[in-house]
């Protein structure tokens, strides 16, 4: 399925103009782009997958308790083990010091004194983060997330996106005092392939996809695997075609700039594992490419979710446990929390409808996360709108 995210050309020019500064005054070091990981497997129907799933924790949202901008001691409670660690709210995002957490999940940090780069380490899991830079890693597949920064001498990362990357669910206790604890994940290496290299000028990019292992079920993983390999390659054979003609009609080919080699046509790929517990996996991966000033840049966003034994591809009803009228409860499930305002001040006047063109979907703590990418009048916001919903709201045994 192709879903247009809606993302201005000129905030994709504007940040890699940012970008390019940034390199060339700073010096900061790209972060290598390194792994993710996972956890223990089971076969499930459908039905079963619903009960299973529904029952998982939810975890509520970080509220920010503590003052914006202003540094408060708070209280963590990690795997039994409390500390108290610096955090502050900005911008409605909790900002934590980032060595005492990290040391406290079992991470080795290194860092790379002079280059901004930092390395947190344990068995299954690498995350690489650079100071002030939006990407990271996780076992090699790279996302964008908040920027990392020094505040008096000390490295604050935004505590969600951490406790995401390292496989954490977060409980807000009280005023200024959190619990984290790690989820149950299948048994299960999630790591990054190869690269899959253009370098013909005025474009050149390298795309990496997830490659699973470590799996009892290998004919399952092996034929996930075959599918994300195909997928990847097919972006890759698409992106050369479509830019190759896409210079061919630019109007100003003498005229563009090459700030630090950030040429104007490209694709990226960002990958983010939603869901891997209970036999299932649940990832999406975020396309961007970039085509110069001859064509409207393009930002797709495609998402799967697996069962890991069979290697099959799970729809929308069999995770609904087959209930015959799961389309029709979530689109008025969705339409009611647009009508109420629950939704958000940029959600759609309308949802357009649960697999539709331009609508998608992924596993995320027990719910279905339902996306729209549309660029069309009503949708105001620069992203993807999305919604959350409890597999139990729309499973068969509601009705």
Same mark, same amino acid.
């Given at each position: 399925?192709?879903?247009?995210?809606?993302?201005? !050309?000129?905030?994709?020019?504007?940040?890699?103009?940012?970008?390019?500064?940034?390199?060339?005054?700073?010096?900061?070091?790209?972060?290598? +782009?390194?792994?993710?990981?996972?956890?223990?497997?089971?076969?499930? /129907?459908?039905? !079963?997958?619903?009960?299973?799933?529904?029952?998982?924790?939810?975890?509520?949202?970080?509220?920010?308790?503590?003052?914006?901008?202003?540094?408060?001691?708070?209280?963590f409670n990690i795997e039994g083990k409390q500390l108290k660690a610096l955090a502050y709210s900005a911008d409605g995002t909790l900002l934590v010091q980032?060595?005492?957490? #990290?040391?406290?999940?079992?991470?080795?940090?290194?860092?790379q004194a002079g280059t901004g780069d930092l390395t947190l380490s344990k068995p299954r899991r690498v995350i690489k983060l650079t100071l002030y830079n939006? /990407?990271?890693?996780?076992?090699?597949?790279?996302?964008?997330?908040?920027?990392?920064?020094?505040?008096?001498?000390?490295? =604050?990362?935004?505590?969600?996106?951490?406790?995401?990357?390292?496989?954490?669910? &977060?409980?807000?206790?009280?005023?200024?005092?959190?619990?984290?604890?790690?989820?149950?994940?299948?048994?299960?290496?999630?790591?990054? /392939?190869?690269?899959?290299?253009?370098?013909?000028?005025?474009?050149?990019?390298?795309?990496?996809?997830?490659?699973?292992?470590?799996?009892?079920?290998?004919?399952?993983?092996?034929?996930?695997?075959?599918?994300?390999?195909?997928?990847?390659?097919?972006?890759?054979?698409?992106?050369?075609?479509?830019?190759?003609? #896409?210079?061919? #009609?630019?109007? @100003?080919?003498?005229?563009? &700039?090459? =700030?630090? $080699?950030?040429?104007?046509?490209?694709?990226?790929?960002e990958w983010t594992i939603a869901y891997n517990e209970k036999g299932l996996l649940s990832l999406y991966a975020d396309t961007y490419q970039y085509m110069?000033?001859?064509?409207?840049?393009?930002?797709? +966003?495609?998402?799967?979710?697996?069962?890991?034994?069979?290697?099959?591809?799970?729809?929308?009803?069999?995770?609904?446990? @087959?209930?015959?009228?799961?389309?029709?409860?979530? @689109?008025?499930?969705?339409?009611?929390?647009?009508?109420?305002?629950?939704?958000?001040?940029?959600?759609?006047?309308?949802?357009?409808?649960?697999?539709?063109? /331009?609508?998608?979907?992924?596993?995320?703590?027990?719910?279905?996360?339902?996306?729209?990418?549309?660029?069309?009048? $009503?949708?105001?916001?620069?992203?993807?709108?999305?919604?959350?919903?409890?597999?139990?709201?729309?499973?068969?045994?509601?009705?």
């Amino acid at each position: 399925m192709s879903l247009p995210i809606q993302k201005s !050309q000129k905030q994709v020019r504007i940040f890699r103009l940012t970008a390019a500064c940034m390199l060339l005054s700073i010096c900061l070091a790209t972060p290598a +782009r390194v792994s993710a990981d996972a956890g223990a497997v089971s076969r499930m /129907s459908g039905g !079963q997958a619903a009960k299973a799933i529904s029952g998982s924790a939810i975890k509520p949202q970080v509220a920010a308790a503590v003052s914006p901008y202003a540094p408060v001691l708070t209280t963590f409670n990690i795997e039994g083990k409390q500390l108290k660690a610096l955090a502050y709210s900005a911008d409605g995002t909790l900002l934590v010091q980032l060595m005492p957490i #990290a040391r406290a999940m079992g991470y080795t940090v290194e860092d790379q004194a002079g280059t901004g780069d930092l390395t947190l380490s344990k068995p299954r899991r690498v995350i690489k983060l650079t100071l002030y830079n939006s /990407s990271y890693s996780v076992n090699g597949l790279t996302s964008s997330a908040k920027t990392p920064f020094v505040r008096a001498g000390s490295t =604050y990362v935004p505590l969600r996106q951490l406790a995401t990357m390292s496989g954490y669910d &977060i409980v807000l206790k009280g005023k200024n005092s959190y619990l984290l604890h790690s989820r149950p994940e299948n048994e299960l290496t999630i790591s990054a /392939s190869g690269e899959l290299a253009v370098t013909t000028e005025p474009y050149s990019f390298s795309i990496r996809y997830p490659v699973l292992s470590g799996s009892a079920h290998k004919e399952g993983i092996d034929k996930i695997n075959h599918f994300l390999q195909n997928k990847a390659e097919g972006w890759k054979t698409q992106a050369e075609q479509e830019l190759a003609q #896409a210079w061919a #009609a630019h109007p @100003n080919k003498d005229k563009i &700039i090459d =700030y630090a $080699h950030i040429l104007p046509y490209g694709l990226q790929v960002e990958w983010t594992i939603a869901y891997n517990e209970k036999g299932l996996l649940s990832l999406y991966a975020d396309t961007y490419q970039y085509m110069g000033e001859s064509k409207q840049d393009k930002s797709i +966003r495609y998402s799967w979710t697996f069962d890991l034994a069979t290697g099959e591809e799970l729809s929308l009803q069999q995770l609904a446990g @087959n209930n015959p009228n799961y389309q029709t409860q979530i @689109n008025q499930y969705i339409n009611l929390k647009i009508a109420s305002g629950e939704a958000g001040s940029f959600a759609p006047l309308q949802f357009p409808g649960i697999e539709t063109s /331009s609508t998608g979907w992924y596993l995320l703590d027990g719910r279905i996360v339902v996306y729209v990418q549309q660029v069309a009048a $009503h949708f105001i916001h620069d992203g993807i709108f999305e919604m959350r919903i409890p597999l139990s709201r729309i499973s068969e045994t509601e009705n």
